[in-house]
């Protein structure tokens, strides 16, 4: 190997001498008590001494330099105030907020730039009238002058680091106006989603409906599949568990299921709901994730629908009204594309494939994840009737491109076998022998599947989704396909297979959406919701008082508005 680097120009260091600085950057300085990122010196000190004591302070001094990283004696005064501005903290700046209106009126093409020079230039003059006098024109000629020159190779060793790594939690004391769901505070790690859980996360869905809040996030501060504190490295993480899977207590965690997707619909009529889906999303939960369209993810997002896993097995049918009206033009797939997912054993659906299929509103890095959750965070603080339209641009401006989706590629094959079972013209016996012509592996896999030991998963996912679309030209489609779903999966439970007894047991079965208990029972809102019927009035403010109310009183009302 060659003795210098010379994969970016301007990069005069030896191998040895970057794998030495980048030790340096990896480390970390909050044990050492060197929070403060001007203190260079005293860190490079502190690094000598400590940790590396071959490292020539010289050189690495030089190298942070090339990359605008230097102590703050260093600085001349015209960098200390450039630098004291760009540590500001305007996301509790008092009015800052009220400013953003202004930054995201934005369309076109450019939105991304356009977004982040208004950010600079409001910052700025905010900055100027309230903390110290600084000037935009002046601040623009010095970062252009002193841009700093890309000349590690080994940046994307730490990136890599850190992509796998849960996000730094979001403090919600900076975002005042918004009603911010960690689901680290309520799950904990390789456990299940409860009744009792989702009870507790729904009551704190429910308080976003207080007017002080303009918009809600549901995130993840920290990995749930893995003890934060365990010296392994980071295993893959988990944004919504499964829902728990004991039989004896599925009506239970159905009933608390509905009821928290029901809420966030409503809630997400009233003001944005965003959910930050960093981590992998079980089947079984992803009606929970679907009750709101800005959802987004980062490359650390997975979802997986293969029938034959012991989720579908216990929930068969979970988010069956966003499959049943999955957009297949808007997503620019043929009919069919949700019948071919719901069969399909190999399928692991990522932000590529989420994004294509019309789920997703953004996708950002991983890495990025915290920096870019407090950028839509601060757009979330815009006030109303801004808040949304800033959101959704906001997700923009971050917004990286997913890569091509591995749906995509099936088009013809998906037009070809499973768009005749999505329109009624073909069954599953139909689908099986005409795939039973086809000497192609994937086709031979997917014969297998439906044939095999995920066959009553299968039969009951494409007889489900007929039934769903029916309910199209009814005013009451969610609720009558969130019914159907939430009573086929109790008799599911109960041993019954027959795909046509299952539909027909969900008309028939016990009440989905009971009371809840006293230490479960949702904040009473006092709030006039647009379009809301008097029944969703009385049951949102007074659940108590609809103690035998089941979904067949919901669906005989325009109830959810959903």
Same mark, same amino acid.
């Given at each position: 190997?060659?003795?210098?680097?010379?994969?970016?120009?301007?990069?005069?260091?030896?191998?040895?001498?970057?794998?030495?600085?980048?030790?340096?950057?990896?480390?970390?300085?909050?044990?050492?008590?060197?929070?403060?990122?001007?203190?260079?010196?005293?860190?490079?000190?502190?690094?000598?001494?400590?940790?590396?004591?071959?490292?020539?302070?010289?050189?690495?001094?030089?190298?942070?330099?090339?990359?605008?990283?230097?102590?703050?004696?260093?600085?001349?005064?015209?960098?200390?105030?450039?630098?004291?501005?760009?540590?500001?903290?305007?996301?509790?700046?008092?009015?800052?907020?009220?400013?953003?209106?202004?930054?995201?009126?934005?369309?076109?093409?450019?939105?991304?730039?356009?977004?982040?020079?208004?950010?600079?230039?409001?910052?700025?003059?905010?900055?100027?009238?309230?903390?110290?006098?600084?000037?935009?024109?002046?601040?623009?000629?010095?970062?252009?002058?002193?841009?700093?020159?890309?000349?590690? +190779?080994?940046?994307?060793?730490?990136?890599?680091?850190?992509?796998?790594?849960?996000?730094?939690?979001?403090?919600?004391?900076?975002?005042?106006?918004?009603?911010?769901?960690?689901?680290?505070?309520?799950?904990? +790690?390789?456990?299940?989603?409860?009744?009792?859980?989702?009870?507790?996360?729904?009551?704190?869905?429910?308080?976003?409906?207080?007017?002080?809040?303009?918009?809600?996030?549901?995130?993840?501060?920290?990995?749930?599949?893995?003890?934060?504190?365990?010296?392994?490295?980071?295993?893959?993480?988990?944004?919504?568990?499964?829902?728990?899977?004991?039989?004896?207590?599925?009506?239970?965690?159905?009933?608390?299921?509905?009821?928290?997707?029901?809420?966030?619909?409503?809630?997400?009529?009233?003001?944005?709901?965003?959910?930050?889906?960093?981590?992998?999303?079980?089947?079984?939960?992803?009606?929970?994730?679907?009750?709101?369209?800005?959802?987004?993810?980062?490359?650390?997002?997975?979802?997986?629908?293969?029938?034959?896993?012991?989720?579908?097995?216990?929930?068969?049918?979970?988010?069956?009204?966003?499959?049943?009206?999955?957009?297949?033009?808007?997503?620019?797939?043929?009919?069919?594309?949700?019948?071919?997912?719901?069969?399909?054993?190999?399928?692991?659906?990522?932000?590529?494939?989420?994004?294509?299929?019309?789920?997703?509103?953004?996708?950002?890095?991983?890495?990025?994840?915290?920096?870019?959750?407090?950028?839509?965070?601060?757009?979330?603080?815009?006030?109303?009737?801004?808040?949304?339209?800033?959101?959704?641009?906001?997700?923009?401006?971050?917004?990286?491109?997913?890569?091509?989706?591995?749906?995509?590629?099936?088009?013809?094959?998906?037009?070809?076998?499973?768009?005749?079972?999505?329109?009624?013209?073909?069954?599953?016996?139909?689908?099986?022998?005409?795939?039973?012509?086809?000497?192609?592996?994937?086709?031979?896999?997917?014969?297998?599947?439906?044939?095999?030991?995920?066959?009553?998963?299968?039969?009951?996912?494409?007889?489900?989704?007929?039934?769903?679309?029916?309910?199209?030209?009814?005013?009451?489609?969610?609720?009558?396909?969130?019914?159907?779903?939430?009573?086929?999966?109790?008799?599911?439970?109960?041993?019954?297979?027959?795909?046509?007894?299952?539909?027909?047991?969900?008309?028939?079965?016990?009440?989905?959406?009971?009371?809840?208990?006293?230490?479960?029972?949702?904040?009473?809102?006092?709030?006039?919701?647009?379009?809301?019927?008097?029944?969703?009035?009385?049951?949102?403010?007074?659940?108590?008082?609809?103690?035998?109310?089941?979904?067949?009183?919901?669906?005989?009302?325009?109830?959810?508005?959903?």
């Amino acid at each position: 190997m060659n003795d210098e680097i010379s994969q970016v120009d301007g990069c005069a260091f030896t191998t040895d001498e970057l794998r030495r600085f980048h030790q340096y950057y990896q480390y970390p300085w909050t044990t050492a008590g060197l929070d403060d990122e001007t203190a260079v010196n005293k860190r490079i000190e502190y690094f000598v001494a400590e940790v590396d004591p071959l490292v020539d302070s010289k050189r690495l001094r030089e190298w942070l330099r090339t990359m605008d990283i230097v102590d703050a004696s260093e600085m001349s005064d015209e960098a200390r105030l450039y630098s004291r501005f760009e540590g500001y903290d305007f996301v509790t700046a008092p009015g800052f907020a009220e400013t953003l209106g202004n930054v995201y009126a934005v369309d076109g093409a450019n939105i991304k730039h356009q977004i982040d020079a208004r950010m600079v230039q409001a910052k700025a003059q905010y900055y100027n009238q309230h903390v110290e006098p600084l000037d935009y024109d002046a601040y623009q000629l010095y970062k252009e002058a002193n841009a700093p020159k890309p000349v590690c +190779p080994y940046q994307h060793m730490w990136d890599n680091a850190e992509s796998k790594r849960p996000p730094r939690a979001v403090d919600a004391k900076n975002f005042k106006n918004v009603r911010i769901v960690d689901l680290a505070d309520y799950v904990v +790690p390789n456990a299940e989603l409860t009744a009792s859980v989702l009870s507790r996360i729904h009551a704190a869905v429910v308080s976003g409906f207080d007017d002080k809040y303009y918009a809600v996030a549901m995130i993840s501060s920290a990995s749930l599949a893995a003890d934060a504190a365990s010296s392994a490295p980071p295993t893959e993480p988990v944004f919504l568990p499964s829902l728990s899977r004991k039989t004896a207590d599925i009506q239970q965690t159905m009933q608390a299921y509905v009821r928290l997707q029901i809420d966030l619909r409503r809630l997400n009529q009233t003001k944005p709901v965003v959910m930050f889906a960093s981590g992998s999303v079980d089947q079984s939960a992803l009606g929970i994730l679907l009750s709101t369209p800005d959802i987004v993810t980062t490359e650390a997002f997975s979802a997986v629908v293969d029938p034959a896993t012991e989720p579908a097995s216990v929930f068969p049918l979970a988010a069956l009204y966003d499959w049943a009206s999955l957009n297949t033009s808007q997503a620019k797939y043929p009919e069919g594309t949700a019948e071919y997912i719901l069969c399909n054993s190999d399928l692991v659906l990522r932000s590529s494939e989420w994004s294509a299929l019309g789920f997703g509103s953004g996708v950002i890095a991983q890495r990025n994840l915290t920096a870019s959750m407090e950028r839509i965070l601060l757009a979330a603080s815009c006030p109303p009737p801004h808040t949304r339209d800033a959101l959704r641009k906001a997700y923009i401006a971050d917004s990286a491109y997913p890569g091509p989706s591995k749906v995509g590629v099936w088009s013809q094959e998906i037009a070809h076998y499973f768009a005749p079972v999505a329109r009624g013209l073909h069954s599953i016996d139909d689908l099986a022998a005409a795939l039973a012509t086809d000497q192609r592996p994937w086709a031979a896999k997917c014969l297998a599947y439906i044939t095999g030991s995920a066959s009553a998963v299968v039969a009951l996912r494409m007889a489900a989704l007929r039934a769903a679309r029916k309910e199209e030209s009814n005013n009451n489609q969610y609720s009558s396909t969130l019914k159907l779903e939430a009573g086929a999966t109790v008799a599911w439970n109960k041993g019954e297979r027959s795909a046509e007894k299952l539909l027909s047991a969900a008309d028939s079965s016990t009440p989905i959406i009971a009371a809840p208990g006293a230490e479960e029972k949702p904040t009473a809102v006092d709030k006039v919701v647009p379009g809301e019927c008097p029944f969703a009035q009385m049951y949102r403010k007074n659940p108590e008082h609809f103690k035998n109310v089941d979904l067949d009183a919901i669906v005989e009302h325009r109830a959810l508005n959903l």
